[in-house]
């Protein structure tokens, strides 16, 4: 709860930062001890159930120590929104407190907004993707 509590004035920062970054579908929170704060607001119970493990979550996986001992942002494998907005990857950020892990920040961007450009700009000989593992 005092994570939570902390974070308490964020929903309006959140909001501003989410409208610099039109087509981010979330910007979340994903607490240590499973709660989570997200923008913007979704009725959690229909589209997260208030039993889901946000340890399990692809964010929260790509940027736990365990998966990224160097603490650094880590991008997810494409997933299914379950907000609705389609394939997704997610940019996660671990927080640490005082040294200690606390939890992750993240984005969700929807996949085709990444590739949009891409898509637009004609290649000589067809269209061609590189992408690293992780």
Same mark, same amino acid.
């Given at each position: 709860?005092?994570?939570? $509590?902390?974070?308490?004035?964020?929903?309006?920062?959140?909001?501003?930062?989410?409208?610099? *970054? =039109?087509? *981010?579908? +979330?910007?979340? $929170?994903?607490?240590?001890?499973?709660?989570?704060?997200?923008?913007?607001?979704?009725?959690?119970?229909? &589209?997260?159930?208030?039993?889901?493990? +946000?340890?399990?979550?692809?964010?929260?996986?790509?940027?736990?120590?365990?998966?990224? =001992?160097?603490?650094?942002?880590? +991008?997810? =494998?494409?997933?299914?929104?379950?907000?609705?907005?389609?394939?997704? *990857? #997610?940019?996660?950020?671990?927080?640490?407190?005082?040294?200690?892990?606390?939890?992750? +920040?993240?984005?969700? *961007?929807?996949?085709?907004?990444?590739?949009?450009?891409?898509?637009?700009?004609? &290649?000589?000989?067809?269209? #061609?993707?590189?992408?690293?593992?992780?």
């Amino acid at each position: 709860r005092h994570h939570q $509590y902390a974070q308490r004035a964020l929903g309006a920062p959140l909001q501003a930062t989410r409208g610099r *970054v =039109p087509d *981010v579908g +979330w910007i979340s $929170y994903q607490d240590h001890h499973n709660a989570a704060l997200i923008a913007p607001a979704l009725d959690g119970v229909q &589209a997260i159930p208030p039993e889901f493990d +946000w340890h399990g979550y692809h964010s929260f996986q790509a940027a736990e120590p365990r998966n990224n =001992p160097g603490g650094t942002i880590r +991008w997810s =494998p494409p997933n299914i929104d379950y907000g609705g907005h389609g394939l997704i *990857v #997610c940019a996660s950020i671990p927080v640490t407190h005082d040294g200690t892990f606390a939890g992750v +920040w993240s984005m969700d *961007v929807p996949l085709d907004s990444l590739l949009r450009d891409a898509l637009r700009t004609p &290649a000589l000989a067809g269209r #061609c993707f590189l992408a690293a593992a992780d």
